[in-house]
Structures are given as structure tokens and as C-alpha cells.
């Protein structure tokens, strides 16, 4: 499968954007979606994934109550809605496969083979 994450920009504190992950391919269904982000010279830090369908969800707790992770397997595309963005939320953001079993979630992000190129998501204060 690939993958190819869209939907950052620029927004100010307080403001909310989506991003899209598009897998091709192998259909997304068969895989475990997770998203990341990584800020300037931090490491790649976990911030959501989803179950194959859609029914098993993981937040970081950084994100949760701000960001919802979804998918739409019939258009093998997951989103990531993020809502009162805070500058600290400033990073490149990538989605990522993982072939793990139906009930785990990965949140270590060696346990994504499969990683999008990444969208730049910038919070102005």
C-alpha cells in the first residue's frame, strides 16, 4: 500500500483543519491506520490510530477531546480532524499502515512498515 497524506497549512490558535491520508494499492481495509506527527527536533510522537473498521480508537492524550481520527474504507482514505489547534501542535504530520492484529493498537511507530510522505500543519499564536 501507499500512502499519501494532505490537508496542512497554516492556521491560527484555536482554529481546526483535516487531514486526508489516500492509500492505493492494497485496499486500506487491511491495515491499521495511525497518525503522527514529528516537531522540529523532536521524535516522531504517536497521535491516533484506528481499527481496520473504524470500531477500535486511540488517542494520544496531548490530542484527545481536540482531535478525531476516521475512515471511509470505501474511499481507502482516513482523516484526521483537529479542532483547537495550539501552537505546541506545530509539526509534520504522516499517517502510517500497520499489518497488527485486530484488536492492537500500535502507538510505537516502528510498528508502522508502511508511512506517508507527511503534511506540514503550522499554529500561529
Known amino acids: 500500500v501507499q500512502l499519501q497524506a494532505s490537508g496542512g497549512g497554516l492556521v491560527q490558535a484555536g482554529g481546526s483543519l483535516r487531514l486526508s491520508c489516500a492509500a492505493s494499492g492494497r485496499t486500506s481495509s487491511s491495515y491499521v491506520m495511525g497518525w503522527f506527527r514529528q516537531a522540529p527536533g523532536k521524535g516522531r510522537e504517536f497521535v491516533a490510530a484506528i481499527s481496520r473498521g473504524g470500531s477500535s480508537i486511540s488517542y494520544a492524550d496531548s490530542v484527545k477531546g481536540r482531535f478525531t481520527v476516521s475512515r471511509d474504507n470505501a474511499k481507502n482514505t482516513v482523516f484526521l480532524q483537529m479542532n483547537s489547534l495550539k501552537p505546541e501542535d506545530t509539526a509534520v504530520y504522516f499517517c502510517?499502515?500497520?499489518?497488527?492484529?485486530?484488536?492492537?493498537?500500535?502507538?510505537?511507530?516502528?510498528?508502522?512498515?508502511?508511512w506517508g510522505q507527511g503534511t506540514l500543519v503550522t499554529v500561529s499564536s
Open positions: 502510517a499502515a500497520s499489518s497488527s492484529g485486530a484488536t492492537y493498537l500500535p502507538r510505537y511507530y516502528l510498528e508502522y512498515p508502511t
